[in-house]
C-alpha cells in the first residue's frame, strides 16, 4: 500500500514527502506519478459510477481568454483552404492551430514547473531546456504529457467538490481574482455536504465559478481581472501537500487558474509566483498532475440535479512528443 506522507522513504536534499522512486518498476524510472493509482479495478469501479448516460465535455474553448496571463502568446487559429493547385480545384478545408497549452484548460504534466530550491521535477529529473526541446533525442526520458498515451491516458472516477455551490448556499461571497483560498476543512466541508467520500485513484476537481466568470468577462475586463496575480484557489500549503497526497488522488483539477490560491502564502508571508507551494509538490516531489482553466459549470448543474457528484472521467490529452501541457480532452461520464 501507499506510504502517508510523512511514512516516504526520506529523498536526499529535498523536503520529506517526496514520492520520487515510489512508483518505480524494474529499475524503470516512472513518468506516470500517481496515474499510476489507475488501477483497472479503480477504472471499473469508476465505471460503475455511469447510470444516466450523459456526456459532458470539460474543455472550456481554447483561446477564452484572449489575452492569456504570464506573457503567454494568444490563439491563432487560420482556416485554410484543402485544394489542388495543379487542377485548379477546391474541394474542402483545412485548418491551423497555434496556441499556449497554458492558455486555457489543461493538463499541467509533471514537468511543467520545478521544485525550485533543486531545479528537479518528477522523480528527480532535471529537464535541461536542450532536452525539453529535443525530447526524443534528449538524455533522459522526461515525464511529459505524451507519456500518457503508452498507459491509455487517464480513466477513473471524478469526484466534484462544488465550492462555488456550496458558498453561494452558505451565503459565502467571495471575489475570484482576490486571491481567496480554501483550506481543508473547506474541501472536507464541501465532501460533506454533498455526501462523497474520497477513495484512492479519486480525480479530485474542484469548482470555483472562474471559468464561467471569465466567460462572461469582455476582453479587456479578462485582461484586467488576470492582471491582479491574485486568484482564487486551494490554500498552497505543506498541511493541504499532506492532506492531498493522503487521500491518494490520481489528480487534482480545477476550474481557476493554477488549482492553488495566488499569490502563495507561506508561514503568512506573500512570496513570487515562481514560488507556487502546490505546484512544486504536487508535479515536482509527488507526480501528481494539475488540471487548471476547467469549465465545471455544465457538470455542476447535472451533479446538483442528480445529488450524485461522483462520475466516471476520461481524459486523453494532445500525443505531441515531449507536450509539457495539454487541453485535457475530459469527459465526464454520469
Ligand atoms: C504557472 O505556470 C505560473 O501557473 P499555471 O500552471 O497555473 O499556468
Known sequence: SLPDFDDLPPVEGVPQGCAWG???????????????LLTPDVVKAAAEEVRHGISISLNWPIGSIKIPGFFRKSLNHTVVKLEDPHANLHYGFDDEVEFNTQASSQWDSLCHFMHLPTGKTYNGVTPTVKDMQNPTKGSQKLPTLDHWHDRGCVAGRGVLIDFKSYADAEGLKYDPFSGFRIGIADIEAVAAYQGVTFRQGDILIIRFGVTEALGQMTPDEQTSALSTYSYCGVDGT????????????????????????????????????????????????????????????????????????????????LNVPGAVGSPPNALALL
Open 22 to 36: 515510489i512508483f518505480d518498476q524494474d529499475g524503470q524510472k516512472d513518468v506516470y506519478g500517481t496515474l499510476n
Open 238 to 317: 505543506k498541511e493541504m501537500a499532506r492532506w492531498l497526497w493522503n487521500q491518494h488522488f490520481a489528480a487534482i483539477a480545477s476550474d481557476n487558474v493554477a488549482v492553488e490560491a495566488m499569490p502563495p502564502i507561506v508561514d503568512g508571508e506573500t512570496k513570487p509566483l515562481t514560488q507556487l507551494v502546490l505546484h512544486q509538490w504536487c508535479l515536482s516531489l509527488f507526480g501528481m498532475p494539475l488540471g487548471e482553466l476547467w469549465y465545471l459549470k455544465t457538470l455542476a448543474t447535472h451533479c446538483k440535479g442528480n445529488q450524485k457528484y461522483t462520475f466516471l472521467l476520461t481524459s486523453a490529452p
